[in-house]
């Protein structure tokens, strides 16, 4: 590999760590009106367990296709849901390009969070592995599909939080 194809591929590897963690960040510090920006304005967002994903199963646990349904769902989060207030701390980790062409970058990584609620209680809440379709957007790149799939399909609480 030539020394400008290398730069070129850690440059976009930052920029997807930039995009990961920011991504997080935004839902661990409670700021989720953000949430629905790293998407595009036709992204879809899914929650699925690996179970259903196995078996080829269309179920998800939570599905928002436009950025407006993640909007609304924010806003339903805000002013109608009752949940156990808790806050949740992300740690992703193994992210890997598995493709880039044509525009369209795909990637994977792995994730855990860990909940923590008011009593001061904390848990493994879940984990599982992201599968994204990311492209740059007005020089940002931001997800166009986000597949999140859980490893259990078991959640101990109101899947109220996007993942």
Do not use: K
């Amino acid at each position: 590999m030539n020394a400008t194809r290398l730069e070129a591929d850690l440059a976009l590897r930052q920029r997807l760590e930039d995009l990961y963690a920011d991504y997080v960040h935004a839902i661990d510090d409670d700021r989720l009106e953000d949430w629905p920006g790293f998407f595009v304005a036709s992204g879809v967002y899914r929650i699925a367990t690996r179970e259903n994903r196995d078996l080829g199963l269309p179920l998800n646990l939570m599905y928002c296709d436009g950025r407006g349904m993640m909007e609304d769902r924010v806003a339903a989060l805000r002013t109608a849901n009752i949940y156990e207030p808790h806050v949740y701390n992300h740690a992703v980790s193994a992210l890997r390009v598995t493709e880039n062409e044509t525009g369209t970058i795909r990637a994977r990584s792995n994730f855990s969070i860990l909940r923590t609620v008011n009593g001061g209680e904390t848990s493994v809440y879940a984990c599982g592995r992201t599968y994204d379709e990311i492209v740059e957007e007005q020089g940002l790149l931001r997800f166009r599909e986000r597949l999140v799939v859980l490893d259990s399909r078991q959640i101990d609480t109101l899947l109220a939080i996007p993942i």
